[in-house]
């Protein structure tokens, strides 16, 4: 090896024309997570997962009863958390302390060689502060700079299977909250010039619903044009929106494939046949 790669160990050189191996990016939410036999029959198919994989988890209603419990009401805007001082440290405790050792340790025990991280780990995820604009999400964390896909291509090369809290930092101490699904695509994007990467959001639904009231309502397919169609007849709200934003900005960004659906179809859906809805 010449001194000018030694020094660049991180830096590895992407041949485009040689097939990229796999990669899952699953995310699940907090619905899958506070349920114990769901969680451990989502955890047994995903260790059962032989290509690469990472899973991004959320804890949102973990994060909200134990916040209640010690006197800190959950607050949500357009689907996403308001980030008051004593709700980061909150957040900090159960997202990636409580909630993340326990999956790490269910992977453990199911032959699943799990590391459980946050965006501070490694510096994996730089962020900023959201810019007070409409509204103040207090310390909430916007992606911001590039992610360190060579540190978490590392781990995956060594047999490691990260398992992502929702949390960044922002380089100067402070911890901030940051949407899942957002990690999650930003993760996708990242790793894309490694791997060929699908994405799938898990979650309790069969996928994104037409009807929030009927299960079987599927929007099998959402490309733009339908997106605004559904959004101006008040199909979608609440959610189920960061998930279709995420998932259009990963597929503009060079990720393979997206998908939104039950946590119960995982194994199907790494295959070509899958359910719930494609973003395309």
């Known amino acids: 090896m010449s001194s000018s790669n030694s020094n660049n160990i991180y830096n590895e050189v992407v041949d485009e024309t040689v097939t990229k191996p796999k990669l899952f990016i699953i995310k699940i939410g907090g619905n899958i997570i506070d349920d114990e036999t769901n969680l451990l029959s989502f955890l047994k198919n995903f260790a059962s997962i032989a290509e690469n994989k990472i899973l991004v988890h959320g804890g949102g209603k973990i994060a909200s009863r134990i916040g209640e419990q010690m006197g800190i009401q959950p607050n949500y805007i357009n689907g996403r958390r308001i980030t008051d001082e004593a709700t980061i440290d909150l957040v900090t405790m159960v997202y990636g302390g409580l909630v993340n050792k326990k ?30 604009k409409e509204i103040d999400y207090g310390l909430a964390g916007d992606i911001t700079g590039e992610l360190r896909a060579d540190k978490l291509n590392l781990f995956l090369k060594n047999d490691l299977v990260p398992v992502i809290a929702p949390l960044t930092h922002d380089g100067k101490g402070q911890m901030l ?12 994007i990242a790793l894309s010039k490694f791997y060929e990467v699908r994405l799938i959001y898990c979650f309790e639904k069969k996928g994104v619903l037409e009807n929030v009231d009927d299960e079987n309502s599927v929007v099998s397919l959402i490309t733009r044009p339908i997106y605004k169609v559904l959004l101006a007849d008040k199909k979608l709200f609440g959610g ?18 997206v998908l939104i659906g039950d946590a119960n179809d995982l194994l199907q859906n790494l295959t070509a046949d899958t359910k719930g809805t494609l973003i395309k």
């Open 103 to 132: 999956v790490v340790a269910k992977l453990q025990s199911l032959q699943c060689n799990a590391i459980g991280l946050t965006g501070a780990d490694a510096d994996i995820i730089p962020a900023t502060k959201r810019p007070v």
């Open 177 to 188: 909250n940051t949407n899942a699904d957002t990690i999650a695509s930003a993760l996708a």
């Open 240 to 257: 189920i929106l960061p998930k279709i934003d995420n998932a259009f900005a990963a597929i503009d960004s060079g990720v393979k494939e």
